[in-house]
């Protein structure tokens, strides 16, 4: 049974013998019932304090379970990023590597091809220089012969013959 302080004014002794005095009694009852007034206040002013502490706490478990959660969230999304950005720099180096070798196989080739053309007009220009040597030497040959000069001194007698 719970006491109220209408309980403590409103309670009634017995009268006896040479008992206490009714007047010490009754103010000693209404101050225990004004300090019981007062402890059952603060009691509900503590019980009303515990109770909006404890809804503020639940807010804060709350956030921090938010922050929390959200913490992971951005640890996970930096990694994610982190691994994309990894992906992708792997990717641009693949990339680089394949067109570095198609530059280097295409200056092989070129460089291959300028030799193989470089190859060949040596070997042209040494057939012209043999054919032109062949040529020149044909004209001397012709040349050292001298039948021209026999048939230039023979057209030349023709004349003389003819005209005298």
């Known amino acids: 049974m719970n006491l109220t302080t209408i309980d403590i004014q409103n309670k009634e002794f017995n ?8 007047e010490e009694v009754d103010e000693f009852l209404e101050q225990v019932a004004k300090d019981f007034e007062e402890a059952i206040k ?9 109770q909006q502490l404890e809804e ?11 922050l929390h959660n959200s913490i992971i969230v951005a640890q996970e999304t930096a990694e ?5 950005a990894n992906k992708e720099a792997e990717l641009i180096r693949r990339e ?10 295409e200056a092989r080739y070129k460089a291959s091809r300028i030799l193989a053309e470089h ?38 007698g023709n004349k003389n013959e003819s005209g005298n």
């Open 15 to 22: 009268k006896g013998f040479r008992g206490y005095k009714p």
């Open 42 to 50: 603060d009691k509900l002013s503590l019980e009303e304090k515990i």
């Open 56 to 66: 503020k706490l639940s807010q804060y478990q709350k956030l921090e379970n938010t």
């Open 80 to 84: 994610d990023v982190k691994r994309n």
């Open 96 to 105: 680089a590597e394949k067109d570095a070798q198609r530059a280097l196989d």
């Open 119 to 156: 190859e060949e007009v040596y070997k042209q220009a040494q057939i012209f220089k043999l054919r032109f040597r062949s040529f020149v030497e044909a004209q001397l040959a012709s040349l050292e012969l001298e039948d021209w000069l026999q048939v230039e001194n023979e057209e030349n």
